[in-house]
């Protein structure tokens, strides 16, 4: 595979970043996951977009444009000769050759950029023809999770509680509410309307969210932005996740309640469906 690293395209074997790199010793860094379908990016506006936001908020700068950044994202996907998958992309704040809770001066210290790119059937898969089991695990994240930060231990941890209660994912739960799942935004469906937690720091702004919440305006579904509970979750007709990597992702189980018939609801399928099809169509 051949990755990117600060301006050089180079065997993955030879790619190194420094071991004072803040991204390694602080989580001090942002990252993008864009998929690639029919070997072109999905929504990259949306990810740079929301990129430049996150930088912004850490006080950090991109070492190249946001042009130069889908050049190279287009430059790695032609490459490595992926047709389907994604491109992973993470900005950290670099390092001056020591560990300092300060901030090393941006004018000496240029952040670091890496690139790597993973082939990975995303269409279909059997996780979105099955449905995924979800359990509900207490949110103890940071309180900028607006803020796509490269700080996972957590949602990795709620990931393991998953796989070890027998069940593929967990949603994560604040104060009786769930605020979103591991790497995915949260939804359920009851009596037609679709219910998700509304924008605030207490999520992140998922880049699928915004474009399946518009599809699903324009096919007139019904839509709530607020905060849900697990019960209600649990008592709901059917539900689903969002996130660039997956799409839509329809969700079977809640805690061990079944949803619906236990299949995937028509609303999650029908969203997939469309999702997939304006995405490709829109790809660049
Ligand atoms: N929430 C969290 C915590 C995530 O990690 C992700 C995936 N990056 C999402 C939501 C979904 O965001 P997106 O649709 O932009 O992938």
Same mark, same amino acid.
């Given at each position: 595979r051949t990755v990117y690293v600060n301006?050089?395209?180079?065997?993955?074997?030879?790619?190194?970043?420094?071991?004072?790199?803040?991204?390694?010793?602080?989580?001090d860094g942002v990252y993008e996951v864009t998929s690639i379908l029919d070997g072109k990016l999905v929504d990259f506006a949306g990810h740079a977009a929301r990129l430049e936001r996150s930088l912004t908020e850490l006080d /950090?700068?991109?070492?190249?444009? /946001?042009?130069?950044?889908?050049?190279?994202?287009?430059?790695?996907?032609?490459?490595?000769?992926?047709?389907?998958?994604?491109?992973? /992309?993470?900005?950290?704040?670099?390092s001056d050759g020591d560990r300092d809770f300060v901030f090393p001066d941006p004018e000496t210290t240029k952040p670091s950029l890496v690139l790597f790119t993973q082939a990975k059937e995303l269409v279909d898969t059997e996780a979105a023809q099955k449905g995924n089991r979800i359990i509900s695990v207490e949110d103890i994240r940071w309180g900028r999770r607006d803020i796509k930060t490269v700080q996972l231990l957590y949602p990795s941890m709620a990931k393991m509680m998953a796989r070890k209660a027998g069940a593929d994912d967990a949603w994560l739960v604040q104060d009786g509410f769930v605020t979103e799942g591991t790497s995915n935004n949260a939804y359920i469906v009851k009596d037609g309307k679709i219910i998700t937690r509304n924008l605030s720091s207490d999520i992140l702004h998922g880049i699928t969210r915004t474009a399946v919440l518009k599809f699903a305006r324009e096919a007139q579904m019904k839509i709530e932005e607020r905060p849900f509970t697990i019960d209600e979750a649990k008592a709901a007709d059917e539900a689903f996740t969002t996130s660039a990597s997956a799409f839509v992702m329809p969700v079977v189980s809640v805690d061990g309640a079944t949803l619906g018939d236990g299949a995937p609801g028509p609303v999650a399928r029908r969203l997939r469906e469309i999702y997939i099809a304006e995405m490709r169509k829109a790809a660049i």
């Amino acid at each position: 595979r051949t990755v990117y690293v600060n301006g050089n395209y180079l065997p993955e074997e030879e790619a190194t970043v420094s071991i004072f790199d803040r991204g390694f010793l602080f989580a001090d860094g942002v990252y993008e996951v864009t998929s690639i379908l029919d070997g072109k990016l999905v929504d990259f506006a949306g990810h740079a977009a929301r990129l430049e936001r996150s930088l912004t908020e850490l006080d /950090m700068q991109s070492p190249v444009s /946001m042009e130069a950044l889908l050049d190279i994202h287009r430059e790695l996907v032609a490459r490595n000769g992926i047709e389907q998958g994604m491109v992973y /992309m993470q900005i950290t704040r670099g390092s001056d050759g020591d560990r300092d809770f300060v901030f090393p001066d941006p004018e000496t210290t240029k952040p670091s950029l890496v690139l790597f790119t993973q082939a990975k059937e995303l269409v279909d898969t059997e996780a979105a023809q099955k449905g995924n089991r979800i359990i509900s695990v207490e949110d103890i994240r940071w309180g900028r999770r607006d803020i796509k930060t490269v700080q996972l231990l957590y949602p990795s941890m709620a990931k393991m509680m998953a796989r070890k209660a027998g069940a593929d994912d967990a949603w994560l739960v604040q104060d009786g509410f769930v605020t979103e799942g591991t790497s995915n935004n949260a939804y359920i469906v009851k009596d037609g309307k679709i219910i998700t937690r509304n924008l605030s720091s207490d999520i992140l702004h998922g880049i699928t969210r915004t474009a399946v919440l518009k599809f699903a305006r324009e096919a007139q579904m019904k839509i709530e932005e607020r905060p849900f509970t697990i019960d209600e979750a649990k008592a709901a007709d059917e539900a689903f996740t969002t996130s660039a990597s997956a799409f839509v992702m329809p969700v079977v189980s809640v805690d061990g309640a079944t949803l619906g018939d236990g299949a995937p609801g028509p609303v999650a399928r029908r969203l997939r469906e469309i999702y997939i099809a304006e995405m490709r169509k829109a790809a660049i």
